[in-house]
């Protein structure tokens, strides 16, 4: 009984094993995608830069079209942090999803350890009680015997008796 329980046990937690990987490769995605985002951002970082050192003016001057266009790689810079910032809460809500989801999985797994254990207690509760009844019909078992066999003496005895008592008669 007992082992049926531990290879149940751990037939249920290899199924929770196993449900877990789908949740942690939509969690791998959004970390290759959060990646992509911030390798993307480290590029336009450098444009960005080669833009504030650009000087097409007269003496080496930066124009207005030069301030433009560090202004847009800026804004670009700034849409691409905003992207990444979405894509980090989606990527915490996951990992809140998943911590969530192990808080289940022990909270259940310690309430059927709990009803496996009260159901053991509660089986080994009867067994003593069986053990008991047992012990108690062997001796009434014990008890009859002796009474039969009292009974079959006092009977040969009143039977020897009543032979010899009937032969005296004759």
């Given at each position: 009984?007992?082992?049926?329980?531990?290879?149940?046990?751990?037939f249920?937690?290899?199924?929770?094993?196993?449900?877990?990987?789908?949740?942690?490769?939509?969690?791998?995605?959004?970390?290759?995608?959060?990646?992509?985002?911030?390798?993307?951002?480290?590029?336009?970082?450098?444009?960005?830069?080669?833009?504030l050192n650009a000087r097409t003016g007269i003496f080496g001057l930066q124009?207005?079209?030069?301030?433009?266009?560090?202004n847009e790689i800026l804004r670009g810079i700034i849409l691409s942090d905003n992207n990444i910032f979405r894509e980090l809460k989606i990527l915490m809500n996951y990992k809140d999803q998943e911590v969530q989801q192990v808080q289940n999985n022990a909270s259940s797994s310690n309430k059927r350890i709990?009803?496996?254990?009260?159901?053991?207690k509660k089986l080994q509760q009867q067994n003593d009680e069986l053990k008991a009844q047992a012990e108690q019909v062997?001796?009434?078992?014990?008890?009859n015997l002796y009474l039969i066999i009292v009974l079959v003496?006092?009977?040969?005895?009143?039977g020897i008796y009543s032979y010899?008592?009937?032969?005296r008669k004759q």
């Open positions: 009984m007992i082992r049926f329980l531990l290879l149940f046990l751990i249920s937690g290899g199924l929770n094993a196993m449900a877990l990987p789908a949740d942690t490769s939509a969690y791998q995605f959004q970390r290759l995608k959060i990646n992509s985002l911030l390798a993307e951002r480290s590029a336009k970082f450098g444009q960005y830069d080669l833009s124009t207005k079209n030069d301030l433009r266009n560090s709990e009803a496996y254990m009260l159901t053991i062997t001796e009434k078992k014990d008890t003496v006092v009977i040969a005895g009143w010899s008592a009937t032969r």
